[in-house]
């Protein structure tokens, strides 16, 4: 097993040092229970938002490989008179 060191905020320090103390494990232990529980919980991002994709109608089907362009032809940062 390799060693982490991070600078965690106060708060979080003395939230995981609590809860180390009370189950009796290391705050290693704490932690690294945390980081897996948070990474098998949250997915990647593509599939949080998986439900989004297409869901805005009349842009571009290139928008993402041809953004330039598309600001462009839409007017996007052209100065208005008024």
Not at 19 to 24: A, K, P
Not at 26 to 37: G, N, Q, Y
């Amino acid at each position: 097993m390799k060693t982490l060191t991070v600078r965690l905020p106060d708060a979080l320090v003395s939230e995981i040092e609590t809860e180390s103390r009370l189950r009796n494990v290391s705050k290693s232990d704490v932690v690294r229970e945390r980081l897996t529980a948070r990474s098998e919980a949250a997915p990647a991002g593509h599939v949080a938002i998986a439900d989004l994709v297409g869901s805005v109608d009349g842009l571009p089907p290139d928008l993402s490989s041809n953004t330039k362009a598309a600001l462009k032809a839409s007017g996007y940062g052209r100065k208005h008179s008024g």
